[in-house]
């Protein structure tokens, strides 16, 4: 297999970054007035302005060049028409036709997937509104008040990202609540307030093997039959959303209590079908639709729009333009919007266990850097904790900086604070300050020379750090399903220019598979398998401690 870096825009790029890192933005940005017209693009929910990162049009056009010869447009096609580009794990990747709103059907081996979707669909909107209508009634007949949601990585972090970003469009007929640790803090406090009565629990998981997960799916159906001294009581209380039926139904759940996933759907892309439900109870079956809508339009735009003009693509060529050619080791996310609070954790799942892996499709080490580390966290909390290090530490953190025009919850003067520090931060990043400036200010300010010559230093900024901005109109179900879709395909993008399998995530089933064994140790008081030698005494101490507490 051809690599990357033999590529004659890979070389290319590999020049001209050298070139383009003795670049300030400054200079780009005063040389070329039209610089914001050529390096944002318009959405009908938002502006993406990527023209605060450290490129020219020489840049972006032997980027796109590298996406042409990497053949982005075929490898899309594929995706959306089931071939089966999840190899390691033989499956197609079509959550594309979870939220496929047009009349074209998706086929996947000879079977229309979108009748499936369909009735999937209707059996969500059915069980939403029975519950959220008060018709679904527990085992003592009291209505539905509160959902619980068991659930841990792309069975949780997609809908509880969706549903806190969207609380204001709830009309609070029910309270949502989700648990995915499995420390039972967790679970205790979500059940502490609740009446057994009155809750439905659903169990999202695509294996349902899950040891967290089962963990505290058991835990929850004590915790039920214990007040109602009655099994059957599961069968009105428990629903779950999974590919595996007979373990769903071996924990007490009816058979049509249960919501399918298919294999074609992978976990951190699965908010979009069943395992979406607690969205749909939360704010009505509607708005999950707009949802739909809103990821269903960047389908499309990602389908159709030139790659020059096309969102997901460019956001994965200037990850890509940032990490593998200038260097940088991580990425914020950043968002300005009290309801995204949940983005980056979310942000970190989709990309880190997609893209996060060090060997091509054809089982050969990738000695160049492929994707960064994903942290961040709502904007201005971050402003006073850890913008210094974005500012002046001597590692460039590029970011994304995600706000909106008009904010849900107006409250009289916040919103324009809000917006002025989310413009102001990426313009100093940008900008920075230098030495010629902050002296200038200083002096302004009547400092005398001793004090500037020796605090000057300290108040350079060089600028220069790479941002991207995306301006959403407003937060609403459509806009979020749009943002997310963005995400979602520039992921997609960036595994086929690394030629990495985004698919699966075997780096996870490692710690997984030892955990099973050491919890039968730690059960059962025991040591029945080898460690190396601090993981050994690490265990030998716990047990120890454990049992001195039990004996005293
Ligand atoms: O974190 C690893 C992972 O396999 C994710 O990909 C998946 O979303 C999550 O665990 C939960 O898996 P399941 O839905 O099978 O419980």
Known sequence: ??????????????????????QHMNDLFAGDSQRFNKFSIQLPSMLLDYSKNLITEETVSHLIEL???????????????????NFTEDRAVLHTALRNRSTTSFILDGKNITKQVEQALNKMKNFSEQVRQGKWLGYSGKRITDVVSIGVGGSNLGPQMVTEALKQYSDNSLNVHYVSNVDGTQIADVLRPLNPESVLFIVSSKTFTTIETMTNAHTAVKWLTASSFDDTAVAKHFVAVSANKANAMALG??????????????????????????????LGFEKFIELLEGADEIDKHFCQAPLEQNAPVLLALLSLWNCTFLGAQSQAILPYDQTLHMLSAY????EMESN?????????????????????????????????????????VPADFIGSVESVTPVQGHHETLMANFFAQTQ?????????????????????????NKVSPHKVHKGNRPTNTILMKRISPHAIGSLIAIYEHKIFVQGIILQICSFDQ??????????????????NNSINIEHDSSTLELIKYYQWVKNETVNQ
């Not at 990738?366 to 942290?375: A, G, K, L, R």
């Open 1 to 22: 297999m051809q690599s990357r870096e033999s590529l004659p825009s890979w070389q290319k790029l590999k020049r001209h970054a050298q070139v383009m890192e003795q």
């Open 67 to 85: 996406a042409k010869a990497c053949d982005i447009e075929s490898w899309r096609e594929k995706m959306f028409q089931g071939e089966r580009i």
């Open 253 to 282: 759940i009816e058979a049509d209590n249960i919501f399918d996933m298919w294999d074609w759907v992978g976990g951190r892309f699965s908010l979009w079908s069943a395992i979406g439900l607690p969205i749909a109870l939360d």
């Open 347 to 350: 942000m970190q799942q989709a």
């Open 356 to 396: 996060g892996k060090s060997v091509s499709w054809d089982g050969a080490e990738i000695d160049y850097s492929t994707v960064p580390t994903i942290w961040g966290e709502v904007g201005i909390n971050g402003q006073h904790a850890f913008y210094q290090y974005l500012h002046q530490s001597n590692n460039v």
């Open 428 to 452: 100093a990043l940008m900008q920075g300050v230098n030495e010629q400036q902050v002296r200038a200010d200083l002096k302004a300010k009547g400092r005398n020379e001793d004090y500037i």
């Open 506 to 523: 075997w780096g996870v089933e490692l710690g997984k598979g030892l955990a099973n064994k050491i919890a039968k140790e730690l059960q």
